[in-house]
Structures are given as C-alpha cells and as structure tokens.
C-alpha cells in the first residue's frame, strides 16, 4: 500500500505506534523500566499464566516501555549510530535479512540492512526461547521481504560490529486502545503511517487544483529558483518571518503554524535549491546524512525535506527510518520539485 492510498484523516492523526511483539525479552524490559513505571506495570499486569493473559501482560509491558523510550528520548537505530556511544537504548523500525536458524538454533545473529555505511556491519543477536509467537519466528526466518520489524533494542560497539540486543521485536501496530474505539481499519497500515503528503498541510493545500503538463513545465522553472526565494515563499505560505542561514542550523526554517487535520503543528524544513539540479542522494544532505539527524532533532512535530528536483528513494528511507518510531508518532512530508512548483503556482508565487 502506497501512502496515498492511506485516508487523509488517518494521515492526519496523532497516533500511538505499537509493537505486535514476536519476540520479548521480559527481564531487559522490565530492567529498562525506571522504578516507578516498574511498579506501576507490576502493580496492573494480571494474575493468571493462560495464553490470553500472558498475551495481555506482554501487551502491557510493550505499551509501559514504549512510554519509558518518550521520557527518555530513545532514538532510532540510525540516530543512535550517528550518536557513537558504546552504548544506547533505542526503537525504530528496521530491515531484518532471513535467519531460517531461528527455527534450529538457541542462539542467533544475523544482519540489518541499512542505508547509510557506519564503517562496520549492524547485526542483531539474540536467545530464540523469547520468541513468543509462530508468526514472530516465521518473519524473523524470511526476513524483510516478509515484513519490516519494529524493534526496541540496546545497541552496543564491538571491535568489528555493531550489535542490537533486542528487547521486543515485532510488527508496527496501531491497534492500540490509545488510538480510539475502533483501531480495526489500522491493523494493516503499519509501515505506511507517518508519512504526510504536502496537500495535508493546510497552508499547501491548494497545490491539488494544478496540474502539470510535463517534466519540462516545472523543471524549467525549479532549475533557476533560488533557494532563498524558496524559503521565502515557504514563510509567506505559513506566515512565518525568515531566519538567516548559520553553519550550525538544526533546519532552514522551522515553523509553529503548520495546520494539519485542524491542529497547529511544529514542522522543521530542510530546503534544497538548484545548485544541484538532480535527484537528491544522501550525499547532499551532509555527511552521513547529518542535516537530516540535525532536522529530526529539532524536535518538531512534523520534519519537511524539500528540494528543486527529484527526491531518492535512499534519503527518503532514510529520512523515515529517523522520523518514525515505536512510541507517539511523528511524522515526515516530502516535498520534491514537481510539487513545489504546483504549491507556489497555486499561491501566484511564481514570476510570469
């Protein structure tokens, strides 16, 4: 399923990603836990050893740790790489390759793709006796083309490897009480949420009345718009003044009065002019990709990647895999070429 095929006013939704957990480690959970969050989830976990009990408690823990990652700013995978600690607690949503020994083995590790080089491969390692479901074992033996997994991990520094010691692996999921009375139509969505099309935002939401005839119509005109008359129209749109471009920037612009769904929403730019005129590739986006870690650490509710061309599907990947993750969601908005023209063609901002 494309994002476009996701109803708009799901799109638009303050969400909570839930893990389906397949895999748990119930002692690193709770040991992740600080103190009172460890007795509250003691004090509401249910008594009982049968399976839909159990199946309740994990489904608990998984929710009380998830709250734990918010307090204590967990970053995702890619974040937590760029971070260089020997050490770090982190949730994202990754690419796992096949590990058929899942079904023989005691022990396993095996590689996740990513799309950024930390000089040295990222594996995962972890006992086969938490895997918790027939479903969790298959997945992990077939791997990503079976389905991505969101994972909240420990990520460690060995001397050749970087290795996640998992403490719940599962499919995204947002049938969660936290997401309203009927969560049903969700429970398939998960890869797909939190991505933002440029028209969900109020301000932009013109763009869908023009249309466009050819590469050459808005390519023509993105090639020669500078940059700063880009930002400036941005600004205008959100009724926003400027700010001056400094090297330590977190963002190009950064934004209070993005309305989205009806609510006012923090959103952080990364702007792209045409002194490259081609798709974008992570290599324009600083090295190993820093402007958009600096972007996604702004802090805003929504992170906007905008360029004059094209957009790859290697930043775009990238861009999600620092955005989205288990816990409150956030969101991402991808804004390449085409779709700036149609935006400031449909507010007059473009010179005739």
Not at 194 to 209: H, N, Y
Request: hydrophobic share 40%; proline share 5%.
């Amino acid at each position: 399923m494309s994002i476009d095929h996701v109803p708009k006013t799901i799109r638009a939704e303050d969400l909570f990603h839930h893990i389906d957990m397949g895999f748990i480690n119930r002692r690193l959970c709770l040991t992740a836990l600080q103190p009172p969050l460890r007795a509250w989830y003691i004090e509401n976990a249910k008594a009982g050893t049968d399976h839909m009990t159990v199946l309740a408690n994990d489904h608990l823990l998984v929710t009380v740790l998830l709250d734990a990652c918010d307090q204590a700013g967990a970053p995702t995978l890619l974040a937590a790489l760029a971070l260089g600690k020997p050490r770090c607690l982190f949730r994202s949503t990754e690419r796992l390759l096949p590990c058929p020994r899942v079904y023989t083995a005691a022990r396993v590790d095996h590689g996740v793709i990513l799309g950024l080089d930390f000089d040295k491969p990222v594996r995962i390692a972890y006992h086969t006796s938490h895997i918790v479901s027939d479903t969790g074992k298959m997945i992990l033996s077939e791997g990503y083309k079976k389905c991505p997994q969101s994972v909240v991990g420990l990520l460690h520094e060995r001397e050749d490897h970087f290795e996640i010691q998992p403490l719940v692996i599962g499919a995204p999921w947002f049938d969660h009480p936290r997401n309203g009375k009927d969560t049903s139509s969700l429970m398939w969505m998960g890869r797909d949420l939190g991505e933002i099309l440029p028209e969900d935002i109020e301000q932009f939401s013109k763009l869908t009345d023009v249309c466009v005839s050819s590469a050459e119509e808005w390519m023509n005109t993105m090639r020669s718009l500078p940059e700063a008359k880009v930002k400036a129209n941005f600004a205008t749109l959100l009724a926003d003044p400027t700010k001056k471009d400094w090297g330590g920037e977190m963002n190009d612009h950064f934004s209070a009065s993005v309305m989205v769904g009806d609510r006012r929403k923090t959103a952080a730019f990364l702007l792209k002019g045409p002194a490259k005129f081609r798709e974008m590739t992570l290599d324009m986006c600083g090295a190993r990709a820093d402007q958009i870690y600096r972007l996604v650490g702004s802090g805003a509710d929504i992170s906007v990647v905008q360029h004059a061309h094209q957009i790859g599907e290697v930043v775009r990947e990238t861009l999600r895999s620092m955005t989205v993750f288990p816990g409150n969601l956030r969101k991402y908005c991808l804004i390449d070429g085409q779709t700036t023209y149609r935006i400031f063609k449909a507010y007059g901002m473009l010179a005739v």
